[in-house]
């Protein structure tokens, strides 16, 4: 099941540059390999195109990585009333969008300005802000380590939680002086509530939406057979070593290529089985996509995640045995992340898909079954029936279906 995941994490990525074809085929796998990632930064390539103001800023974390960060701070035309549709003169609000596993923050901003959630929010007067973790391609940089080698990609999650997202929070919290509001999709709103359940970052900021929220991962639903399986943990753990995992590079393509060669494989059927079917992506958004994605993490990550659905709770890295882990933590299993423990005037608003393989609707159940104590009127939930993992970010619905209610929302949450 663990090993199952990581490939779930692959063939997500996969789903969405094949989805609008029919079938899947080494074409495809050809044009992940091949298509270099682009030169210009994000806010040239993806933001100033359309008349937005946009900074190239970077905040070094506290263990020396260097994040590339994206500020849009006013919409196209000055964009709306300060704060979100606020009177005039009020100071625009602060939103950080956070990405997930194996993407960068180019994701907010693949579809046109009208689809798009990050021009959107800066259009309705918000000050936005745009994270890409460590790993990906503009935050491969470290004050001492080189990206070649492994100590670079010795991390997870933890510290994707512990590090960049306070590191970014706390230089938003700087620059602007107010708190801020969240979105995270996928692997970033995992790193959200990891924090806020161990009280931290609730200080700076006023509220957080999460999309295909992800945080058990047990129920994930996947078609991987087992040969392919034992295949992947072979190569986990030979070829890969704890060091980057690059879905660009020779190895991995070159184990892709060979899982869908094996004739027990269905590609096209595991790909749905594991991600679920998307309903609303366009095309050409796709095309974008592949010019920038997908992007590295760190094969620890990719195990990290592996554990979580293993185990069904939410804990920090494993180091595998009692020894490892007392002397990482000084207890002989990793420390839990509580998610009863995320405090319950914290307005949280949450929206999931029926078709979400990733997100498994049985696992948000247990999620909100940890937030069953949380106040009413500060916990929104919503359902929605033919969204799929990536239609979140990607779907040329989802202003009408999502991000309105966000901005709804974080207004209602000033
Ligand atoms: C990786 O980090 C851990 C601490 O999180 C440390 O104990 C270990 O020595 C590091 N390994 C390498 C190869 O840098
Ligand atoms: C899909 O993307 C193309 C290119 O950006 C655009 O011209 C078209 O209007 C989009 N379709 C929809 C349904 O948004
Ligand atoms: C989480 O915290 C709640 C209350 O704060 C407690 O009842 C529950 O047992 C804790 N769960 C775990 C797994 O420790």
Same mark, same amino acid.
């Not at 094996?262 to 494989?265: H, L, R």
């Not at 029936?385 to 993992?389: G, T, W």
């Given at each position: 099941m663990a090993v199952c995941t990581l490939l779930s994490f692959i063939w997500f990525t996969i789903l969405l540059l094949i989805q609008p074809y029919p079938s899947f085929g080494s074409r495809t796998l050809s044009a992940i390999v091949t298509n270099p990632p682009p030169p210009l930064g994000i806010c040239a390539s993806a933001v100033t195109k359309y008349g937005y103001k946009c900074q190239e800023i970077d905040v070094t974390t506290e263990d020396g990585y260097i994040l590339s960060v994206q500020r849009i701070? %006013?919409?196209?035309? *000055?964009?709306?009333? *300060?704060? &979100?549709?606020? &009177?005039? *003169?009020r100071r625009r609000q602060p939103v950080l969008l956070q990405h997930g596993v194996l993407v960068d923050g180019m994701t907010w901003l693949l579809n046109s300005p009208e689809q798009s959630l990050a021009l959107i929010l800066a259009d309705s007067g918000f000050d936005v802000w745009i994270a890409n973790t460590r790993g990906t391609s503009y935050s491969r940089r470290h004050v001492s380590l080189?990206?070649?080698?492994p100590e670079f990609w010795n991390w997870t999650w933890d510290e994707i939680a512990a590090r960049d997202l306070p590191a970014v929070i706390a230089y938003i919290f700087q620059q602007t002086g107010q708190k801020i509001h969240y979105v995270g999709h996928s692997l970033g709103t995992l790193i959200a509530l990891a924090s806020l359940s161990e009280g931290k970052q609730v200080d700076k900021m006023k509220s957080a939406a999460l999309l295909s929220p992800i945080a058990y991962l047990s129920h994930m639903t996947t078609a991987l057979g087992v040969v392919a399986a034992k295949v992947f943990v072979g190569e986990v753990t030979i070829v890969f070593g704890l060091a980057e995992f690059n879905p660009k590079g020779d190895d991995v393509s070159r184990f892709l290529k060979g899982l869908c060669a094996?004739?027990? %494989?269905d590609c096209y059927d595991l790909m749905s089985a594991l991600t679920g079917k998307n309903c609303c992506l366009n095309a050409s958004t796709v095309d974008v996509f592949l010019r920038s994605e997908p992007q590295s993490t760190s094969t620890k990550n990719l195990v990290h995640l592996a554990q979580t659905v293993r185990d069904g709770v939410l804990a920090k890295y494993d180091y595998g045995n009692p020894a490892f882990n007392i002397e990482h933590y000084g207890m002989p299993m990793p420390p839990i992340y509580n998610l009863s423990n995320i405090p319950k005037d914290f307005p949280l608003f949450i929206s999931y898909g029926g078709q979400d393989a990733l997100s498994d609707p049985k696992d948000v159940a247990n999620l909100l079954d940890d937030l069953k104590l949380h106040d009413e009127g500060k916990l929104s939930v919503q359902y929605i029936?033919?969204?799929?993992?990536a239609d979140f970010i990607m779907g040329v619905t989802a202003k009408d279906v999502i991000y309105d209610k966000i901005i709804s929302f974080f207004q209602r949450n000033q």
């Open positions: 701070p %006013v919409g196209r035309h *000055g964009g709306g009333g *300060g704060g &979100g549709g606020g &009177g005039g *003169g080189d990206p070649d080698r094996d004739p027990k %494989v029936k033919e969204y799929a993992h």
